[in-house]
């Protein structure tokens, strides 16, 4: 296992991220974690429907994202990323309307290198891996980078995604995201393989497994993947192992099939806080700018919210947009219907 | 039309692929054997020699990741044309059809489109083996956001497919695999299209019309020419698309003679006949003069080819419907 940044804060070498990309990390670390506070509080209130945090696997999404130009390369995400979403251009204001239950709002605006999140499980895969196709046959330059979780590696689509991003040497950077569960199903019963990462040679190409806690492993092995993939060396899976310590999503109880000493021994490992300290050693950080930083978020979650508030909820008319280019007949008649019976009587 | 070349079905869609990736360097085609072996049919023999190997593309044996990648290469800016061997080999691709490739303009809010044909041999009357001519096209009528488009004759099959590639939405384009290399009509030469929703009227007569698309259309055919000489003028209306319907042409040949059948390959019960009777009783129901009869496969799964006879909608079966049709 890949691992460069210790509990401690300590780095093993020297730091493969510049001191200024470790504060643009640790700040959208904070961000997602108090993203993950709103929108589970928005929930327990009703205004949001469900909503998966990020918590503990923070380090994995956006050590990775980190690796990557926004002006170049694809994100093709599972629905887990946001963080990675937003610092590849996603507007946060777009990111609430997703959870707010505005689609329209929630788009991904135009030249924002970026697909939108995925809750089929691993059918994202064979997109990410044409798209990559797409970049190399138009010669494009750049990567794409897809996440799924370690439940996906279980599905048909990981499998034939992988062999046929392998034989056609596709630039692909697969970021497996093992947080441990699927749901409540344990690895364990998801594979009976020591690794996931191992997957890789049987398809043609280098897996890796990395400490998906460390911001600077999981940076550091996406970079080589990608400039492997730039250089025309195809596919690269990188398994990263991190911990969900939150549920799955606000409708599960993880009590059910857990115990407490498992979250409470990934507690001592949290992605955060190792940043935090390293920062902190390396004179970049401190708690003046800490607080003044969850400040800065507060208002801009505070801004996003208040601006999805403020939208107009979709009607009747937007089930029937954007089904085909042009609506048929048969939908036409349909939409006027829908229309009708939404008229107040 | 005597300067236009009489070609099969096969050879019109050989050569609207080719019209159409000369026309545009976007266009591609991928999918099993289509590459060094021109297909397991042949519809693609000598594209990639024309074409090279970057835009005729042999790929693993795996539905989902052909069709679920040619997604990915819409949004990439390619226009794939992608082949599934058979159309009962959708069954592995079928979650990256329905819920990824036709919805994926309106979960992105058409930010991004998948101008995506699938192309898919399909129907019975060879004798081939189990799951190769399973007919289940209504399967993806439950599907919104994917056009369903099956032609009959090779005119069609061309005009069709230039409309299908050019479509910006997903396309499943069907092929009468026992038409292929049995029936020849002219093909214009030239770049016309065929719009998707609209039916075409390929036989008139005064006393019943029968409703079909893709190979059945020819057993209505050759039904009404056995009732000719009964002295029943049947009628015969292709629909052509499944979606779009041509709910106007439909009630239009319904409602100047008051009396239908449908015939179709698939099972009977929920195949696409069922909503064809139900738009007709809905748009029409005061033109009819008699029930509408469904002449369709058996609520079997499909038999051994030895057996298919049994199974599937025959001529003897369409001449009995439209007698008790037009004597009621």
């Known amino acids: 296992m890949i691992e460069l940044l210790g509990v401690d804060g300590k780095v093993r070498g020297a730091s493969p991220m510049s001191l200024d990309k470790v504060v643009e990390a640790l700040r959208l670390m904070l961000l997602s974690r108090a993203i993950d506070d709103r929108l589970i509080k928005l929930q327990r209130m009703g205004r949001v429907g469900v909503y998966g945090p990020v918590h503990g696997q923070e380090a994995a999404v956006i050590g990775s994202a980190m690796a990557l130009d926004p002006q170049r390369d694809w994100i093709v995400p599972a629905s887990r990323e946001h963080p990675a979403m937003l610092r590849h251009g996603l507007p946060l204001k777009n990111m609430f309307a997703t959870y707010m239950g505005n689609f329209d709002a929630a788009a991904i605006p135009d030249g924002v290198r970026l697909l939108p999140r995925q809750q089929s499980i691993g059918a994202q895969l064979p997109h990410a891996a044409g798209l990559a196709w797409a970049l190399k046959l138009r010669r494009a330059g750049g990567v794409v980078a897809v996440y799924f979780g370690e439940g996906a590696s279980s599905e048909g689509d990981f499998h034939e995604a992988s062999n046929l991003a392998g034989v056609m040497r596709v630039p692909l950077v697969m970021l497996l995201i093992n947080n441990h569960y699927a749901i409540s199903t344990p690895v364990h019963r998801q594979t009976a393989a020591a690794e996931l990462a191992a997957r890789a040679e049987g398809y043609g190409f280098p897996g890796f497994v990395v400490d998906g806690n460390d911001l600077l492993a999981v940076y550091a092995t996406t970079v080589d993947a990608v400039n492997r993939a730039i250089d025309g060396g195809g596919p690269t899976l990188i398994e990263c192992r991190t911990y969900r310590m939150g549920f799955h999503n606000t409708s599960d109880n993880p009590k059910e099939y857990r115990d407490r000493a498992e979250v409470d021994e990934a507690e001592q490992r949290d992605p955060i806080e190792r940043v935090r300290r390293f920062a902190i050693r390396e004179g970049i950080w401190s708690a003046e700018q800490e607080a003044a930083a969850l400040d800065e978020i507060r208002s801009a979650i505070e801004t996003a919210q208040r601006q999805v508030e403020e939208l107009p909820r979709p009607g009747a008319a937007a089930i029937f947009e954007h089904v085909y280019e042009t609506l048929p007949p048969r939908l036409q008649q349909q939409r006027a219907e829908a229309l009708d019976d939404a008229r107040p009587s | ?328």
Not at chain 2, 93 to 120: D, E, K, M, W
Not at chain 2, 138 to 143: G, K, M, S
Not at chain 2, 158 to 165: D, F, N, R, T, V
Request: overall charge negative; some cysteine; hydrophobic content about 45%.
């Open chain 2, 1 to 328: 039309m005597s300067n236009e070349p009489e070609l099969s079905i096969l050879e019109a869609i050989r050569g609207a692929l080719i019209q159409e990736m000369d026309r545009d360097e976007r266009v591609m085609v991928l999918g099993m054997d289509v590459g060094q072996l021109g297909g397991v049919f042949r519809v693609t023999r000598g594209l990639l020699e024309k074409f090279g190997p970057e835009r005729v593309v042999d790929t693993p044996l795996a539905e989902g990741a052909i069709v679920g990648a040619s997604l990915g290469l819409a949004i990439g800016g390619m226009v794939p044309v992608a082949e599934v061997q058979f159309l009962g080999f959708t069954h592995q691709a079928f979650h990256q059809i329905g819920p990824q490739l036709a919805r994926y303009r309106f979960r992105s809010r058409g930010r991004f489109s998948a101008q995506v044909t699938i192309r898919a041999p399909f129907g019975g009357g060879t004798r081939t083996p189990e799951f190769h001519p399973d007919a289940i096209e209504a399967q993806f009528v439950q599907a919104p956001g994917v056009k369903i488009v099956c032609p009959a004759f090779p005119d069609d099959a061309k005009g069709l497919l230039l409309e299908a590639i050019r479509d910006p939405d997903p396309v499943l384009y069907l092929e009468p695999q026992r038409l292929y290399r049995s029936i020849r009509g002219p093909v214009p030469a030239g770049d016309q299209t065929v719009p998707f929703g609209s039916s075409r009227l390929v036989r008139e007569g005064k006393d019943v019309v029968l409703v079909a698309w893709s190979a059945a259309v020819h057993l209505c055919l050759a039904a009404a020419d056995q009732m000719a000489q009964e002295g029943v003028a049947a009628s015969v209306l292709d629909l052509r698309t499944l979606v779009p319907l041509d709910v106007a042409g439909l009630i239009a040949a319904v409602e100047k003679i008051g009396k239908v059948v449908v015939v179709h390959e698939a099972p009977v019960t929920g195949g696409f006949g069922a909503e064809i009777v139900a738009t007709i009783q809905q748009e029409a129901f005061g033109s009819l003069d008699a029930p509408i009869r469904r002449v369709a496969a058996r609520d079997t799964p499909y038999p051994p080819g030895s057996l298919e006879d049994y199974f599937l909608p025959s001529v003897r079966r369409i001449v009995a419907a439209t007698r008790a049709t037009v004597e009621y």
